[in-house]
């Protein structure tokens, strides 16, 4: 079965992020950015593209 490559940009350090780590991702979920290290929240999903806005830790 063929996987869909899905990209993400970090919208903190503008990095692309490791999705292979999340194969079942969907709306809502929580990723963190390998490069940064920012809590992401899956926002959307649609033509190969992951939005996704930074989730406030309250720091």
Known sequence: M???TLVC???ECKNMVD?????NLKVGDV???QTCG???EVKNI???????DIVDEGK
């Open 2 to 4: 063929e996987q869909k």
């Open 31 to 33: 990723i963190e950015c």
């Open 46 to 52: 649609g033509g190969g593209q992951v939005e996704v």
């Open 9 to 11: 940009v970090c919208p």
């Open 19 to 23: 999705l292979s780590r999340y194969p």
């Open 38 to 40: 920012v809590t992401l």
